[in-house]
Nanobody
Framework: QVQLVESGGGLVQAGGSLKLSCAAS????????MGWFRQAPGKEREFVAA????????YYANSVKGRFTISRDNAKNTVYLQMNSLKPEDTAVYYC????????????????WGQGTQVTVSS
């Protein structure tokens, strides 16, 4: 069992930056690959970024590539999402999630989810 708690969301102007954190409980964090997803009002949850358990592999949605960076610190049981050059269309609730296997891009692959943190980008 892994419990995930996101933080770092807020209101920011377009062009600004935010860094999201996701703290995980348990001693098995380093064995899980991690991902970030987001869901805007009236839209489906969508993939944002993912990172392998050892940080060797990272994956990004085309819409955030070059602007967002995912990283993790296994010693701190934490995964991060650095978001730069934010746009109004990045406004959503952001969720972190943990998976053992499966596609990093599919929400169905993820076993545990956080409660989400709101990111609002004003124009």
């Amino acid at each position: 069992q892994v419990q995930l708690v996101e933080s770092g969301g807020g209101l920011v102007q377009a062009g600004g930056s935010l860094k999201l954190s996701c703290a995980a409980s348990g001693r098995t964090f380093s064995s899980y690959a991690m991902g970030w997803f987001r869901q805007a009002p009236g839209k489906e949850r969508e993939f944002v970024a993912a990172i392998s358990s050892s940080s060797i592999n990272t994956y990004y949605a085309n819409s955030v590539k070059g602007r967002f960076t995912i990283s993790r610190d296994n010693a701190k049981n934490t995964v991060y999402l650095q978001m730069n050059s934010l746009k109004p269309e990045d406004t959503a609730v952001y969720y972190c999630a943990a998976r053992r296997s499966g596609s990093p891009y599919s929400s169905a692959s993820y076993d545990f989810w956080g409660q989400g943190t709101q990111v609002t980008v004003s124009s």
